[in-house]
């Protein structure tokens, strides 16, 4: 079978086609600690809960950029990746 750009971009070594995952750690990690941040909104703990959210999302798009299991995948933690750091610029 003939490896095409779109067989590279949505399927996975397997031969699957591959657009949503069940979540890694990071994500959730993110997710848990962007919901607890959102129930603890000042002091301490909200500071650590936003490290960990923001070091675990960072952590996913990295990993997806990277490990991911196609080119979608890999497109979708870049996207990811360029849009934390945006974010995080503009609140500078």
């Known amino acids: 079978m003939e490896n095409t750009l779109i067989d ?3 399927r ?6 591959v657009l ?3 979540p890694n750690l990071p994500l959730i990690v993110w997710i848990v600690t962007s919901i607890l941040a959102l129930i603890f909104t000042s002091g301490k703990i909200n ?4 490290v960990l959210a923001n070091g675990s999302l960072f952590t996913w798009a990295w ?3 990277f490990q991911g299991v196609n080119y979608f ?3 979708l933690g870049l996207a990811v990746l360029i ?3 945006v974010s995080k610029i503009q609140w500078a």
């Open 20 to 22: 949503a995952q069940m």
């Open 83 to 85: 849009g934390f750091i």
């Open 12 to 17: 996975d070594s397997d031969g699957k086609i």
């Open 47 to 50: 500071t650590v809960l936003d």
């Open 63 to 65: 990993l997806e950029l």
């Open 8 to 10: 590279k971009t949505f």
């Open 73 to 75: 995948r890999r497109a």
